[in-house]
DNA sequence: GTATGTGAACTATTTCACAGCT
DNA sequence: AGCTGTGAAATAGTTCACATAC
């Protein structure tokens, strides 16, 4: 029975860890897993593994652990990756054209199905089998596409440009690479990866 | 005076964004700025903001606020960027060459003094400025270089390997972004940016 | 016997609220 | 009057511990 309670952010990180410890151990042909191995692996206490699970559902079976396919079924289920997502990318820089060749994305059914830069020289080419969009064409081709989620690989002057953009084009989710805060309508969701902002925290620990 | 109460780990994250804040409003030229304008930039308390500040020190002054330059300052040293850290990035493929030209690094102080990869095509040429060596090389020039921080850019299957590499060459942090969690000795600080797990956060608020 | 699911206890983090400094 | 620094209160998240199901 899925629970009415406000689920932690930090659990569906941890959800995304234990479909990767799934994925490990399904290799090595094990059948049931239970919560004290997954929270080994991920150097967590084995009730917090239990507790994420139970948010969504009983899973599990007492005294026998977790089936694993169905774990993983279950948890694909959850995270929203039974099926395809329709991704653009704008920003064909360096970083940009770097997720455009990145084949990971692909395989957990995030398909980057446009490209847009505003550099003349880089427009009508391909990049990865990806085509390169005048960023003018964004409104259109996102609506025509029917994509929700954006990539934002562009440099922090016009970030919040290209994710006001994004949003009156309808666009759900950004993923922002900009090394800037953006804001955004609260019906959108905006998860940030910032590099150097990873960087000044080792600094931190190193520098203790 | 310096508390020796645990500073929560987000509080490190924070103290970054502040500095991007302040970076901000120094451009629009103002001279102090209190904790409730540093909080509605980043849509958190303001006294979230002072208790981040009191961890290390007390910097503001009631009924001014915090003088900006000496507060960009203070956190400068708090986070470890008064001084260069010397960087090694290991895999020169699509994200890793990104990551070279990526010119934000350099100005907070990251160098990347060299990189490394196995393929010999790759070996001996120079990418953005770096010279890119042989991956049997890394020991030696990590250490004669001195280098303390490794950023690992490679396929998931040999994160582990170059992370032990890394480890015995005396680095003493990773930023690791292999989609794999990798186990490294306590005293190393590491940090994994996970592209994968950040599209299924979207996914998962997505589908809700 | 073994391991789940879950209230209860505990720990961490955020927010409140206000005394005291400028 | 305005805003910091900080205990106290509130909220969020983790771990314990055990009744219960296999």
Same mark, same amino acid.
């Given at each position: 029975?899925?629970?009415?309670?406000?689920?932690?952010?930090?659990?569906?990180?941890?959800?995304?860890?234990?479909?990767?410890?799934?994925?490990?151990?399904?290799?090595?042909?094990?059948?049931?897993?239970?919560?004290?191995?997954?929270?080994?692996?991920?150097?967590?206490?084995?009730?917090? %593994?239990?507790?994420?699970?139970?948010?969504?559902?009983?899973?599990?079976? !007492?005294?026998?652990?977790?089936?694993?396919?169905?774990?993983?079924?279950?948890?694909?289920?959850?995270?929203?990756?039974?099926?395809?997502?329709?991704?653009?990318?704008?920003?064909?820089?360096?970083?940009?054209?770097?997720?455009?060749?990145?084949?990971?994305?692909?395989?957990?059914?995030?398909?980057?199905?446009? @490209?847009?830069?505003?550099? !003349?020289?880089?427009?009508?080419?391909?990049?990865?089998?990806?085509?390169?969009?005048?960023?003018?064409?964004?409104?259109?081709?996102?609506?025509?596409?029917?994509?929700?989620?954006?990539?934002?690989?562009?440099? @922090? !002057?016009?970030?919040?440009?290209?994710?006001?953009?994004?949003?009156? +084009?309808?666009?759900? +989710?950004?993923?922002?690479?900009?090394? %800037?805060?953006? @804001? %955004?309508?609260?019906?959108?969701?905006?998860?940030?990866?910032?590099?150097?902002?990873?960087?000044?925290?080792?600094?931190?620990?190193?520098?203790?």
């Amino acid at each position: 029975m899925v629970k009415k309670t406000k689920i932690p952010e930090i659990t569906i990180t941890r959800l995304s860890n234990y479909f990767r410890v799934l994925d490990e151990f399904k290799r090595r042909e094990f059948y049931n897993i239970a919560s004290y191995q997954l929270a080994e692996e991920m150097d967590i206490n084995d009730s917090q %593994v239990r507790k994420d699970l139970a948010y969504f559902g009983q899973f599990g079976k !007492p005294g026998m652990g977790y089936e694993m396919t169905r774990l993983k079924e279950e948890i694909q289920k959850i995270l929203g990756l039974t099926r395809k997502w329709r991704v653009a990318l704008v920003g064909v820089g360096n970083l940009g054209s770097a997720l455009l060749a990145y084949k990971g994305f692909q395989g957990q059914g995030f398909h980057i199905i446009a @490209a847009f830069d505003s550099d !003349p020289k880089k427009m009508g080419k391909k990049w990865a089998g990806t085509v390169v969009y005048d960023i003018t064409e964004l409104k259109s081709i996102i609506r025509k596409e029917r994509i929700e989620i954006g990539i934002i690989t562009i440099p @922090a !002057p016009a970030a919040q440009e290209v994710a006001n953009l994004l949003t009156k +084009a309808g666009i759900k +989710a950004i993923l922002n690479f900009a090394p %800037v805060r953006i @804001a %955004v309508p609260k019906n959108v969701r905006l998860s940030n990866v910032d590099l150097s902002l990873r960087l000044e925290n080792l600094s931190f620990f190193l520098s203790r």
